[in-house]
């Protein structure tokens, strides 16, 4: 398994985020983070606690998403990959600013291709482990994440896709990508996610200044649950979390 060596976890924390306004509030919470040119892409590295911490601004979409869920194996050594930023939800009652954690991720083109004679993954499971530590934290809103790159209310109202999905449900790009990838690697990952808007037509406008707090607040409570993951494998040694160690 990728990221994991002996009793523990040995390697980078990555997470990939679409926008740089997202990139910037996850690596905001590391240490000594420096911005570098990767390829096309922009990468933070830094620390995360006792070990390293990487943030792929990957840009929008599942290609580029699953490219570089898949150079981060090939390149990073993931402990794990975890799929950060904001997502759309079509229910108007869920307050922007809602942090929720995918307890399922949910292909919406893949979904559609059950007719092929071949058996094409389309729904997918986060490490128990680690999605659990993010929803240890109080506020944090279990959810399904639909992943199709189209307009957020959409998808949500097709009948097929709402038979069986109960509680809430959000949509993003790119974390079916990320999931996918990392599930080809038996790498753990997690997909947390802000939500930002309700589809409207405008959002885009006003997208960075919305989630920006929203944002910073999701960084905090994944670098509060990285380092509960760590300590759970065996890399960091259980103690009482250090203080100051964010920015």
């Not at 194996?73 to 975890?82: E, G, K, R, T």
């Not at 499971?125 to 506020?139: I, K, Q």
């Not at 009948?159 to 109960?166: F, K, S, T, V």
Request: hydrophobic content about 45%; aromatic content about 8%; overall charge negative.
């Amino acid at each position: 398994m990728a990221g994991r060596t002996g009793g523990g976890v040995s390697g980078t924390f990555v997470v990939i985020a679409a926008h740089a306004f997202e990139a910037r509030a996850a690596a905001a919470v590391g240490r000594g983070v420096g911005k570098e040119a990767w390829g096309q892409w922009s990468l933070y590295r830094g620390e995360m606690w006792d070990l390293p911490l990487a943030v792929i601004r990957s840009g929008p979409g599942k290609v580029a998403a699953a490219a570089a869920a898949q150079a981060a194996v090939q390149y990073l050594n993931p402990v794990a990959l975890v799929s950060f930023g904001t997502a759309g939800c079509h229910d108007p009652t869920v307050n922007v600013g809602t942090l929720t954690v995918a307890e399922s991720v949910v292909d919406v083109a893949l979904s559609e291709l059950g007719e092929l004679p071949v058996h094409i993954p389309y729904r997918f499971e986060p490490a128990t482990d680690l999605a659990g530590r993010f929803l240890e934290v109080p506020g944090c809103r279990p959810a399904t994440l639909l992943c199709w790159e189209g307009h957020v209310v959409s998808p949500i109202s097709r009948p097929a896709l709402l038979r069986g999905l109960e509680g809430l449900v959000v949509v993003d790009w790119e974390s079916a990508a990320v999931a996918h990838v990392a599930e080809m690697w038996q790498v753990p990952w997690a997909a947390v996610k802000v939500v930002s808007d309700h589809g409207e037509a405008d959002r885009l406008r006003y997208l960075a200044a919305v989630a920006r707090r929203p944002l910073q607040w999701a960084a905090e409570v994944m670098r509060r649950a990285c380092y509960g993951f760590a300590c759970d494998q065996g890399d960091v040694a259980a103690r009482d979390e250090p203080e100051g160690d964010g920015t």
